[in-house]
């Protein structure tokens, strides 16, 4: 998943990813802020994964084998 990354005019940066609406952090380091929305994008996907909901761009991730 793409994470678009800035740096606003007080400094600090903030991270997101666009296919995952509301995956947004602001940090005082770039590096915090990428690490940060990762983590954030995970919960994110588990809890939807959890509850049936459509991940993007992750149908081909899993594999089912019977």
């Given at each position: 998943?793409?994470?678009?990354?800035?740096?606003?005019e007080?400094?600090?940066?903030?991270?997101?990813v666009?296919?995952?609406?509301?995956?947004?952090?602001?940090?005082?380091?770039?590096?915090?802020?990428?690490a940060?929305?990762e983590?954030?994008a995970?919960?994110?996907?588990?809890?939807r994964l959890?509850h049936?909901?459509?991940i993007p761009?992750?149908?081909?991730?899993?594999?089912?084998v019977?």
């Amino acid at each position: 998943m793409k994470i678009e990354i800035e740096q606003e005019e007080d400094g600090r940066w903030i991270a997101e990813v666009p296919d995952l609406p509301g995956v947004m952090v602001y940090e005082k380091e770039r590096e915090q802020a990428i690490a940060k929305v990762e983590a954030l994008a995970l919960r994110i996907i588990a809890d939807r994964l959890e509850h049936g909901e459509d991940i993007p761009d992750l149908n081909g991730v899993f594999s089912i084998v019977t």
